[in-house]
């Protein structure tokens, strides 16, 4: 899915970057996007992201893949949203959905996913070329997986910099270049050796910071890591998750984690949101999550996680496969491997209700939200030391 | 492109050959150039053999009817004793097609078996293999079998092709085995070798099977060489063939004067174009081959 | 579980210690490359008894696959030796070779690359039965196959038989690589990070399929992980060897390295390594190294190798001599050895 995705800008078309590109800024307010410009009023103030209902579908020869199914969250100012499950549940998806950069194949069938900048807010579905090409790297960045492939490995690390820059707008080349300097220090990088560098010269792990680096050359307010860690070893993952937690406690951005490492969710995370078969059956914040979890397929993710800490246990997977997106279950789609599944999870598919009725029921607006018949039941079953947790 | 790549991952290891060659035969259908080459080759196959059963060979020299031009009695015309032009190329096929796949038949079983045991046993073996084929790679083939023509009594079509064949095999024996040295590092490989399954079943049965396209392709482009060469030596009439055959038909031409006659046009372009036209079907035919087979090698990575 | 000694040099049925199944002493592995020699593997010693599980971790580059590759007989080391049942492999002829060779088998990491796409699972399992007589005929071999599928829990078994590997998931053909090898009746198994190319949510069923194998048949593990979460679950009640650019720097029982690691590597790598539980891993100590950068294998630092980068580092004595596997000071018994100067020293 994410195979024809890098985090590299699109191919720019001069004339139209001559039209649309601001003279100066970094920070700049909405132009006139008239078309997808959206009432502000209807979303909280630190609201800066609120997806609704989005849904995305592959077409393939077989039918349509539902991917995502009306996924809906908020993701406020400085918070960390994960999204978890096992490969093919959609997660990656709806990440890609966020800023438009899904295949060919796929569309969006319906949603909203309002971007919101102090007092204005657009429609990220609705807007234009030009407008989504400033929407990308300026207000939002991706770091995607596999940071090998998302440089370009014929153009130095500076001049990779300098195109970003100047395709979205920072014109003047010694600011973008001092910028890039003071950003490779911040995730700790020898930057004059860095920026004079092919990207096949660095290591792994330098190279996942160089992109982070990039993602934050243009002051986004929002960013998205796809498995930011996958490919390192464990001491430079270290240093990436450290450098990651205080980049965010100092710029106070959104970041959208999509990791299959529930460890990841439980270092960043704020809030998590656990995906299956295109939908959040899940969302909560991380204590909650991890402490207290609803859901039988969140249950099921914890239960099969070795520890380090705390006492030995036997652990198991969630038996069975995933299910087929183009030919769902009926009812709740993780009815065929559910323990707690009875003829009511057949009859239809839960809603996502909250577990504590005092709050929200929208998935990261500080709730927390289950959709399963048993949750209540589900819940009880999970031995909250079971992992260890320290006694405080 | 895609649909007759996994038609055929899925038809050839367990279904047997026919079947393979059943979905290898429509996947070529299924592209313009593919279905050309095959309709091609299957045509000249009919033509070369079941073709003289129906056209009786023109023997009988005709003094009144030398150099015709194509008419609806003679399409081709005739030649410079008055034949049929058109029996000679139905009947010209048969012995350069034998001696095509005689050749490449035996190029490509010389080729594979001592490429796939050189690579993947190297050593002494692989030394002694690759030191006779460098040998022979670094002779000029045409001027070798000049020379080996004029010692070498070849009237026997199976002959040529065996001497064809001893030339030929070095350049795919190379190609095969450098594949089997890349694919015998394969983790499969190297699983079959932990389990003790013996050399001849790794080469056999884990590494060839996988190169099944390649070797195909090579067989398409072993006939081409062949039709080459020999048509060459027996235009040079130092292959001292007798009989019909587009390679004679062309030499006769030659030395007969054909060419100062303008009557005599078609007499000597019928061979070239029957020469050409099998020449572009098995090019067409090995393209397409190389089309179907190797995204399906990229696949066994 | 019995626990062996790190080396048990020269150990022969009959002296009283038990004869380890299979044991690498000081094995080296150099290999010639046009930049210079690499050192993959420098000097490795362990063994594992009967039925035991040993557990290799480290990060990429540090030699436990090519430790793997050696300890299965599939790479011949350049200096030291393996032994299978007290004997050297490399001088095992005939019917000894054999036995060994099928003794030992490996799981690769990779399924998408281990088994061959154009063999249905039928007869990647009937070769090696046949050929080794463990079934006779087709219809026995497809008989015993079955029971092996069965067995990794690839059932119902009959589903299975007729499949071609690209109809399969990754943990799927895992079980199926896993069965290949079990064809054979091996008695040790390494398995080199058999389920870090498996989706994470079925990992730990395929670990347990293993474990129960273990436990069933007896067979012994040498499971190589990056992992040392997946270490400690697997190889519970077994031991774990840490190694770093080509050298063990600990080996001891599971819980030990776990609970109380000695080498400031091991301990770097467990205080780094996220948990699965906010408050543990968002309040962990942190071991703060000197340096990131992992040594080139072209040019590994004198001494102890993790000098540059080890915050015990003590001028004058890591970076002159390098340190041996030893008990951590203060320990009289138990295995737990740790190659450290300033860990073993006695006070």
């Known amino acids: ?392 | 492109m895609t649909a007759a790549t996994m038609s055929l991952i899925q038809a050839i290891p367990g279904m047997g050959a026919l079947r393979a060659i059943a979905v290898t035969i429509g996947a070529l259908l299924r592209q313009p150039s593919g279905a050309l080459g095959f309709l091609g080759v299957t045509f000249f196959l009919a033509m070369a053999f079941i073709g003289p059963a129906f056209f009786p060979i023109d023997i009988k020299p005709k003094l009144d009817k030398i150099y015709l031009l194509p008419s609806a009695e003679y399409p081709l015309g005739t030649d410079y004793q008055g034949r049929d032009v058109l029996s000679q190329i139905v009947h010209g096929g048969r012995d350069i097609i034998i001696v095509a796949t005689t050749t490449a038949l035996i190029t490509t079983f010389v080729a594979v078996t001592l490429g796939a045991l050189a690579g993947f046993l190297g050593g002494w073996f692989d030394s002694i293999v690759l030191g006779i084929a460098d040998i022979i790679l670094t002779i000029p083939q045409f001027p070798l079998l000049l020379v080996l023509a004029s010692f070498v009594r070849l009237n026997n079509i199976v002959l040529l092709g065996v001497l064809l064949a001893a030339l030929g095999w070095p350049a795919l024996m190379r190609a095969i085995r450098s594949q089997v040295l890349s694919l015998r590092q394969r983790d499969y490989v190297e699983a079959a070798r932990c389990l003790d399954l013996g050399t001849a079943h790794i080469v056999f049965q884990e590494i060839l099977p996988s190169m099944s396209g390649y070797v195909a392709i090579s067989f398409t482009l072993g006939m081409i060489n062949a039709i080459f060469l020999q048509v060459g030596l027996i235009f040079l009439g130092l292959v001292p063939l007798t009989g019909n055959n587009w390679g004679v038909m062309l030499q006769l031409a030659w030395v007969r004067g054909a060419i100062f006659y303008k009557n005599a046009l078609a007499y000597i372009l019928a061979p070239v174009i029957a020469i050409s036209l099998l020449q572009l079907s098995l090019i067409l035919l090995a393209r397409s081959l190389e089309e179907i087979f190797n995204p399906r090698l990229r696949k066994g990575n | 579980m019995t626990t062996l000694q790190a080396s048990p040099a020269g150990a022969r049925p009959g002296e009283g210690t038990p004869v380890p199944l299979i044991s690498l002493e000081d094995v080296r592995c150099h290999f010639r490359t046009p930049r210079g020699v690499v050192k993959a593997v420098d000097g490795v010693s362990f063994s594992a008894a009967p039925g035991e599980i040993v557990c290799l971790v480290g990060e990429s580059g540090c030699g436990k696959t090519t430790a793997g590759k050696i300890a299965a007989g599939l790479l011949a080391p350049t200096g030291g030796r393996v032994l299978f049942e007290g004997h050297d492999i490399a001088r095992l002829r005939g019917q000894d070779f054999n036995r060994f060779r099928r003794g030992v088998q490996l799981v690769h990491q990779d399924p998408y690359a281990s088994i061959n796409p154009l063999h249905t699972v039928g007869a990647t399992l009937a070769a090696p039965l046949l050929r080794h007589r463990f079934a006779s005929g087709n219809a026995g071999a497809r008989r015993r196959a079955a029971e092996l599928l069965d067995l990794v829990d690839l059932t119902p078994s009959a589903d299975f038989l007729d499949k071609y590997p690209h109809q399969l998931s990754g943990g799927q053909r895992q079980r199926v690589a896993i069965a290949r090898a079990l064809t054979v009746e091996p008695r040790f198994i390494v398995a080199d990070e058999p389920v870090s190319m498996v989706d994470v949510s079925i990992r730990i069923s395929l670990l347990n399929t293993m474990l129960r194998l273990q436990r069933e048949l007896g067979t012994g593990f040498l499971f190589i992980t990056h992992d040392l979460a997946l270490a400690r679950y697997f190889a519970w009640g077994g031991r774990i060897g840490v190694m770093y650019v080509g050298r063990m720097v600990e080996i001891g029982l599971a819980s030990d390295i776990i609970a109380r690691p000695q080498h400031p590597y091991t301990r770097a790598l467990l205080s780094a390594i996220p948990e699965a539980d906010p408050e543990v891993t968002r309040n962990k100590a942190r071991v703060e190294l000197r340096s990131l950068e992992i040594p080139s294998l072209f040019r590994l630092p004198s001494g102890c190798t993790f000098h540059p980068r080890c915050p015990l580092f003590e001028e004058g004595t890591c970076e002159v001599a390098t340190p041996t596997l030893a008990r951590p000071a203060g320990s009289v018994e138990g295995s737990h050895e740790v190659a450290c100067h300033l860990v073993t020293r006695s006070a």
């Open chain 1, 1 to 392: 899915m994410t195979g024809a995705t890098t985090a590299r800008p699109l191919p720019t078309d001069p004339g139209e970057r001559g039209a649309f590109a601001p003279p100066t800024a970094l920070r700049l307010p909405w132009s006139d996007a008239v078309d997808a410009r959206v009432d502000v009023s209807q979303i909280a103030d630190d609201v800066v992201l609120s997806v609704r209902d989005l849904t995305v579908e592959y077409r393939v020869r077989r039918g349509a893949v539902k991917a995502v199914r009306k996924v809906s969250f908020d993701l406020r100012r400085g918070e960390t949203l994960a999204l978890i499950g096992e490969s093919g549940s959609g997660k990656t998806t709806v990440a890609l959905a966020l800023v438009r950069l899904l295949v060919r194949a796929a569309r969006i069938t319906d949603g909203t996913v309002i971007y919101r900048r102090g007092p204005r807010a657009v429609d990220v579905l609705r807007l234009g070329a030009s407008r989504l090409r400033h929407y990308r790297w300026n207000e939002c960045a991706m770091v995607f997986q596999s940071a090998l492939n998302a440089l370009n490995p014929v153009i130095r690390v500076r001049d990779q910099f300098l195109d970003v820059a100047s395709a979205h707008g920072m014109t003047d080349k010694r600011a973008a270049e001092a910028r890039a300097v003071e950003l490779l220090r911040l995730v700790q990088l020898d930057a004059d050796r860095v920026m004079g560098s092919y990207p096949h010269e660095l290591s792994g792990g330098m190279r996942q910071r160089v992109l982070i680096a990039m993602g934050l050359l243009l002051d986004p307010q929002v960013i998205i890591l796809d498995e930011p860690t996958t490919a390192l070893d464990i001491l430079t993952q270290r240093t990436v998750i450290d450098l990651l937690r205080r980049l965010k406690q100092e710029r106070q951005f959104a970041l959208v984690l999509v990791s299959h490492d529930l460890a990841l969710a439980a270092e960043l995370a704020d809030h998590v949101a656990t995906v299956y078969a295109g939908r959040i059956v899940e969302c909560g914040p991380v204590a909650d999550m991890f402490y207290a979890p609803h859901h039988p397929y969140t249950l099921g993710l914890l239960n099969a996680v070795p520890t380090l800490s705390g006492d030995f246990r036997a652990l198991d997977s969630v038996r069975g496969q995933p299910p087929d997106l183009i030919d769902l279950p009926v009812g709740c789609a993780f009815r065929p491997r559910c323990t707690f599944a009875t003829a009511t999870c057949e009859a239809s598919d839960p809603d996502l209700l909250r577990v504590d009725p005092e709050r929200s029921p929208v998935p990261g607006a500080g709730g927390h939200v289950v959709a399963c018949f048993h949750a209540e039941a589900a819940s009880k079953t999970f031995d909250r030391h079971a992992g260890g947790t320290p006694g405080k």
